[in-house]
């Protein structure tokens, strides 16, 4: 009887050692793609639809610089409003935000 105990309990451990270890890949692709080196762009260079993003979102901002990853997937772009306050953000080749950092 402890046998047919123990079989349930073993698979149930292996199937939460394998949940934990795919959070955990996924949680490190996440971490990656925000700390992948940039090099600097020109805004003329970014992609239509990064521009045409930056403008519906950010209105009341300009594109001061541009970043873009090696691999052209992500960018980095550094945004001024009237005030002088400056932002960082970054999106994907579509358009897409990833994340925000305010600076002052």
Known sequence: MKKLLLVPALVLGFVFSINAQQADETETAV??????????IAVDNLPQAVKDAAAKDYAEHTISKAYATADALTFKLELA?????????????????????EEK
């Open 31 to 40: 971490v990656a793609s925000a700390t992948q080196d940039f090099v600097e």
């Open 81 to 101: 409003d009237k005030a002088g306050e400056t932002s960082t953000v970054y999106c994907d080749a579509e358009g897409n935000w990833i994340k925000q950092e």
